[in-house]
C-alpha cells in the first residue's frame, strides 16, 4: 500500500527567503508525482507534475524534483513572498492494482512579511 | 488544463438529512473522482465514476452511503446520505487530463457541515 510523507508538517519563514519542501513515498511503481497548492477552505491548484521518467520540473520560482528509486521529491520555492502561504500537497499517481492518486498530509507554509 | 465548478460551495445541513453535490466540466472527460478531506487531514479518494458505469468505490465507502451518478462526460453527482457530525469534510470533485501524464485538477470543493 502506497504511504506519502511530508516534511515538515508546518514551516513559517520570513520573506525572501528559498525554503524546501520534502516528499517521500514508499512504492517507487508510479506514473507519476504531482505538487498541488491549497489555500484554506478552498480547492486544489496544481502546481508542478513530474512524470515517472523525469528528473525535474520549473514553474516561475518553484522547482520539483524527482528521485523515484529512492521515493523521494523536493519542491523549492526560490524568494518567497506572504501570497506563498498556503498548504502544499504532495501526491503520487500509482501504478499496479488500485491505479490512483495518493495524498501525503501536506505542508503548511507561512511567509511573514 | 479543465475547469470544474462544483454546486454548492457550502452548506450547513442536520443529521440524518442527505445532500447532493453537482460537479460540472468545460470539457468530455472519461473518468471524475470524488475525494473527502476531513477536517485537517489531507484527501482520501471515495470513488471513481465512469460515464456509463457503476462507480468504482475504495475501501471504507460503500454506495448506500454515497451514491454516485454519472449521467454523460462532462458531469457527475455525489450524494452524501443519512448524514452524521463525522461527514463534515470538504468534498472534491476532480479529473485526469486523459492524456500521457495524467495530470489532475480539482475543483474548488464543497464545504459541508453537518449539525
Known amino acids: 500500500k502506497q504511504e506519502v510523507t511530508q516534511i515538515p508538517a508546518a514551516l513559517s519563514v520570513p520573506e525572501g527567503e528559498n525554503l524546501v519542501l520534502n516528499c517521500s513515498f514508499t512504492?517507487?511503481?508510479?506514473?507519476?508525482l504531482q505538487w498541488f497548492r491549497q489555500d484554506p477552505g478552498k480547492g486544489l491548484t496544481s502546481l508542478l507534475l513530474i512524470q515517472s521518467s523525469q528528473r525535474e520540473q520549473t514553474s516561475g520560482r518553484l522547482n520539483a524534483s524527482l528521485d523515484k528509486s529512492s521515493g523521494r521529491s523536493t519542491l523549492y520555492i526560490a524568494a518567497s513572498q506572504p501570497g506563498d502561504s498556503a498548504t502544499y500537497l504532495c501526491?503520487?499517481?500509482?501504478?499496479?492494482?488500485?491505479?490512483?492518486?495518493?495524498f501525503g498530509k501536506g505542508t503548511k507554509l507561512t511567509v511573514n512579511p | 488544463s479543465a475547469v470544474i465548478s462544483q454546486k454548492p460551495s457550502r452548506d450547513i445541513c442536520q443529521r440524518g438529512t442527505s445532500l447532493t453535490i453537482q460537479c460540472q466540466v468545460d470539457s468530455q472527460v472519461t473518468m471524475m473522482f470524488w475525494y473527502r478531506q476531513q477536517p485537517g487531514q489531507s484527501l482520501t479518494l471515495i470513488a471513481t465514476a465512469n460515464q456509463g458505469s457503476e462507480a468504482t468505490y475504495e475501501s471504507g465507502f460503500v454506495i448506500d452511503k454515497f451514491p454516485i451518478s454519472r449521467p454523460n462526460l462532462t458531469f457527475s453527482t455525489l450524494t452524501v446520505s443519512n448524514m452524521s457530525p463525522e461527514d463534515s469534510s470538504i468534498y472534491l470533485c476532480s479529473v485526469d487530463s486523459g492524456s500521457q501524464g495524467y495530470e489532475q485538477y480539482f475543483g474548488p470543493g464543497t464545504r459541508l457541515t453537518v449539525t
Open positions: 501526491a503520487v499517481y500509482t501504478q499496479g492494482g488500485s491505479e490512483k492518486l495518493v
Open positions: 512504492d517507487s511503481a508510479i506514473y507519476n
